[in-house]
T-cell receptor, first 116, second 117 residues
Framework: AQSVAQPEDQVNVAEGNPLTVKCTYSVSGNPYLFWYVQYPNRGLQFLLKYITGDNLVKGSYGFEAEFNKSQTSFHLKKPSALVSDSALYFCAVRGARTGGYNKLIFGAGTRLAVHP | DGGITQSPKYLFRKEGQNVTLSCEQNLNHDAMYWYRQDPGQGLRLIYYSQIVNDFQKGDIAEGYSVSREKKESFPLTVTSAQKNPTAFYLC????????????????FGPGTRLTVL
């Protein structure tokens, strides 16, 4: 079965410390992985994606994600957290093609709280 | 949110009433999508369209209807058959490649919050 898991409902980090938001996936074939961020009452903003190539992907706002095939993980990271990074983060994987469409499968989301 | 607009931002529906949510994009994307977001859950796909005049049901299409008469527009109607419509609705769009075989990164609009009175 194709799925995405974000094992932490919430992550708390002090401003200036590194942050990690975890994501694991299960999909047949090569995974296409995405991270999105959502601020309150707003739509999702695309941060970064992994399709192929380097395992470390750099994205918007200083975020990066590390693809680990053996651990089927795609954790989101940032070296130094800002209070303004506080938001809801979604990991997604593009599923196998069914019915003429590659569905985007979302995790339940992880709320990141960065404290001053 | 740039390039995709949704209106209204807030919408209130009375019991038994149909309401239509607007979604417009100027990104020249072929594919468009409607998702529903409930607290503590990921996004669930309602309908998608990969080309004008064609659309397909997603995972939770019951009680919803769509149309795709123009490339730029993909309105969603929440009908009275949808028994629990209170949610945040998100529209997205993406490029397609290979005659619609492959869909690229999805970009989202700002959302419409629908509340049943």
């Amino acid at each position: 079965a194709q799925s995405v898991a974000q094992p932490e409902d919430q992550v708390n980090v002090a401003e200036g410390n590194p942050l990690t938001v975890k994501c694991t996936y299960s999909v047949s074939g090569n995974p296409y992985l995405f991270w999105y961020v959502q601020y309150p009452n707003r739509g999702l903003q695309f941060l970064l994606k992994y399709i192929t190539g380097d395992n470390l992907v750099k994205g918007s706002y200083g975020f990066e994600a590390e693809f680990n095939k053996s651990q089927t993980s795609f954790h989101l990271k940032k070296p130094s957290a800002l209070v303004s990074d506080s938001a809801l983060y979604f990991c997604a994987v593009r599923g196998a093609r069914t019915g003429g469409y590659n569905k985007l499968i979302f995790g339940a989301g992880t709320r990141l709280a960065v404290h001053p | 949110d740039g390039g995709i607009t949704q209106s209204p931002k807030y919408l209130f529906r009375k019991e038994g009433q149909n309401v239509t949510l607007s979604c417009e994009q100027n990104l020249n994307h072929d594919a468009m999508y409607w998702y529903r977001q409930d607290p503590g859950q990921g996004l669930r796909l309602i309908y998608y369209s990969q080309i004008v005049n064609d659309f397909q049901k997603g995972d939770i299409a019951e009680g919803y209807s769509v149309s795709r008469e123009k490339k730029e527009s993909f309105p969603l109607t929440v009908t009275s058959a949808q028994k629990n419509p209170t949610a945040f609705y998100l529209c997205a769009s993406s490029k397609t490649y290979g005659a619609g075989v492959v869909t690229d990164t999805q970009y989202f609009g700002p959302g419409t919050r629908l509340t049943v009175l």
